[in-house]
């Protein structure tokens, strides 16, 4: 029983971990193709089942919430520039897209002046987000306008990352784990 005990103690770690592995594997396949889809999906069940198991044996650590949301952006970013110029898409969606990323590093760079440590929240919104973002690769390969289902995306990615820059700008201490500003 010990064993298992302290295997569940790390077992949230190790899946953000082999996120961050799987997400560096999917720099070298070909993107859309079966492989890359196998891995991309095993990364995003990763990111599902390791905040669940890290609440359920009550393992949640600032350490872990910090790797957890570097490996989700690591994979957000990943993937983005992989698939990129495979996606037709209008100039405003790009700029759209690279503001958003700008204002994702904008909001984590306030929270580290605040805080001194790397903040990624883990908001309803972000989680929200990061859950329609993993239909990204499907989607590109189901459905041929994209400036639809990325606008919508953008909208999404909008509104969880102007969220995550009023807690920042607003809170007065930090919680990764947040649920956001109209939950309490």
């Known amino acids: 029983m010990r064993n298992t005990t302290s295997l569940m103690k790390y077992t949230p770690n190790i899946l953000s971990s082999l996120r961050i592995i799987l997400t560096i594997s999917l720099i070298f396949l070909e993107p859309l193709a079966l492989p890359f889809m196998i891995v991309y999906f095993l990364a ?3 990111d599902i089942i390791d905040g669940p198991i890290a609440r359920r044996a009550a393992v949640t650590s600032q350490l872990g919430a910090a790797l957890d949301g570097f490996a989700d952006f690591f994979l957000i970013i990943v993937v983005l520039f992989r698939v990129w ?4 898409f209008s100039n405003w969606i790009g700029i759209w897209i690279i503001s958003l990323i700008i204002l994702k590093m904008v909001s984590a760079f306030i929270g580290y ?12 919104a972000n989680k929200f987000f990061v859950l329609v973002l993993s239909t990204f690769p499907v989607l590109e390969v189901l459905i041929d306008n994209s400036n639809i289902w990325l606008a919508v995306f953008c909208i999404i990615g909008s509104l969880a990352i102007l969220e995550d820059i009023l807690i920042n700008l607003t809170s007065k201490q930090l919680d990764l784990d947040i649920k956001g500003l109209f939950f309490k």
């Open 44 to 46: 995003v069940f990763s």
């Open 113 to 124: 002046l605040k805080y001194k440590k790397l903040v990624l929240l883990h908001t309803y």
């Open 85 to 88: 110029p495979l996606i037709e």
